[in-house]
C-alpha cells in the first residue's frame, strides 16, 4: 500500500470527526475499535478526532454524584476516566481510548493502557483527576458539548464531520474511511479516487 504517495496539503484543514459517547456502550465501543480508530490509523494526516465521552448521561445537581449515567455508575466513572486521560495525555489518548475500549473490562485495562502508551503520565495523576474538580468539570464541559449538539444527538455514538451531523448514518457506521476521503478537499484533486484503490 502506497498510502504516502499523496502528502496532505497542508492548507486544506484535516477533515474534523467528533465522536460523541459512552464509555460501556457497546454500540460506541463496536465503533470506536472497528471503525474510528482503524480510519484514523491509516488517515490521520487528514483527519482529526475529538472524544466526548458523555453520551445519554445526565447532569443533575448533587454533591455526590453529578452526573447520571444510562449503564449507570460504572459507565460514569468510565466517561470521567476517559475524560481525564484525554485531557492529561494529549495525542496519545486515541491510542489508551482505544486500548480500554478494546479491552473486555473497559475500566480494568484503564491503568495497563495508560501505562503501554503514556508511561510518563502516572495513574495517581488519573486518580486527582477523578476525585478533584478537574474530572467533574471536564464532564461538564462534555455535557455541554452534548447539550449543544444541533440537531441534539438522538442516540449515541453520535458522530459530526467539521462539526456537522450528517444523516447518512450507515455510511458513518461501516464505511468511515471512504466517507473521510470524501469529506477531504484538495481543490481539484480527487483523493478519493486515490484511496478507493486502496480498498
Same mark, same amino acid.
Given at each position: 500500500m502506497e498510502v504516502n504517495a499523496i502528502r496532505?496539503? %497542508? @492548507?486544506v484543514p484535516p477533515v474534523s470527526v467528533t465522536l460523541y459517547?459512552? !464509555?460501556l456502550c457497546p454500540d460506541c465501543r463496536v465503533f470506536i475499535t %472497528? #471503525?474510528?480508530?482503524?480510519t484514523w490509523t491509516m488517515l490521520q494526516d487528514i483527519m482529526a478526532v475529538t472524544l466526548v465521552p458523555y453520551g445519554n448521561a445526565k447532569e443533575i445537581p448533587s454533591a455526590n454524584s453529578p452526573f447520571t449515567c #444510562?449503564?449507570?455508575e460504572p459507565e460514569c466513572k468510565g466517561n470521567m476516566i476517559?475524560?481525564?486521560i484525554i485531557h492529561l495525555t494529549g495525542h496519545s489518548a486515541f491510542q489508551i481510548i482505544y486500548c480500554m475500549e478494546s479491552a @473486555?473490562?473497559?475500566l480494568d485495562a484503564a491503568q495497563p493502557c495508560l501505562q503501554l502508551y503514556a508511561? !510518563?503520565?502516572s495513574w495517581s495523576s488519573v486518580n486527582s483527576c477523578l476525585k478533584g474538580g478537574l474530572g467533574r468539570q471536564l464532564m461538564h464541559a462534555n455535557a455541554a458539548m452534548t447539550r449543544a449538539l444541533n440537531p441534539a444527538h438522538t442516540y449515541v455514538p453520535w458522530v459530526t464531520f467539521n462539526g456537522e451531523y450528517t444523516e447518512n448514518e450507515e455510511k458513518t457506521m461501516s464505511s468511515l474511511f471512504r466517507l473521510v476521503c470524501e469529506l477531504y478537499k484538495v481543490g481539484d484533486l480527487l483523493v478519493? !479516487?486515490?484511496? &478507493? &484503490?486502496l480498498l
Amino acid at each position: 500500500m502506497e498510502v504516502n504517495a499523496i502528502r496532505p496539503n %497542508q @492548507t486544506v484543514p484535516p477533515v474534523s470527526v467528533t465522536l460523541y459517547y459512552e !464509555s460501556l456502550c457497546p454500540d460506541c465501543r463496536v465503533f470506536i475499535t %472497528q #471503525q474510528l480508530f482503524p480510519t484514523w490509523t491509516m488517515l490521520q494526516d487528514i483527519m482529526a478526532v475529538t472524544l466526548v465521552p458523555y453520551g445519554n448521561a445526565k447532569e443533575i445537581p448533587s454533591a455526590n454524584s453529578p452526573f447520571t449515567c #444510562q449503564h449507570g455508575e460504572p459507565e460514569c466513572k468510565g466517561n470521567m476516566i476517559e475524560a481525564c486521560i484525554i485531557h492529561l495525555t494529549g495525542h496519545s489518548a486515541f491510542q489508551i481510548i482505544y486500548c480500554m475500549e478494546s479491552a @473486555t473490562n473497559v475500566l480494568d485495562a484503564a491503568q495497563p493502557c495508560l501505562q503501554l502508551y503514556a508511561p !510518563s503520565i502516572s495513574w495517581s495523576s488519573v486518580n486527582s483527576c477523578l476525585k478533584g474538580g478537574l474530572g467533574r468539570q471536564l464532564m461538564h464541559a462534555n455535557a455541554a458539548m452534548t447539550r449543544a449538539l444541533n440537531p441534539a444527538h438522538t442516540y449515541v455514538p453520535w458522530v459530526t464531520f467539521n462539526g456537522e451531523y450528517t444523516e447518512n448514518e450507515e455510511k458513518t457506521m461501516s464505511s468511515l474511511f471512504r466517507l473521510v476521503c470524501e469529506l477531504y478537499k484538495v481543490g481539484d484533486l480527487l483523493v478519493f !479516487s486515490f484511496f &478507493s &484503490s486502496l480498498l
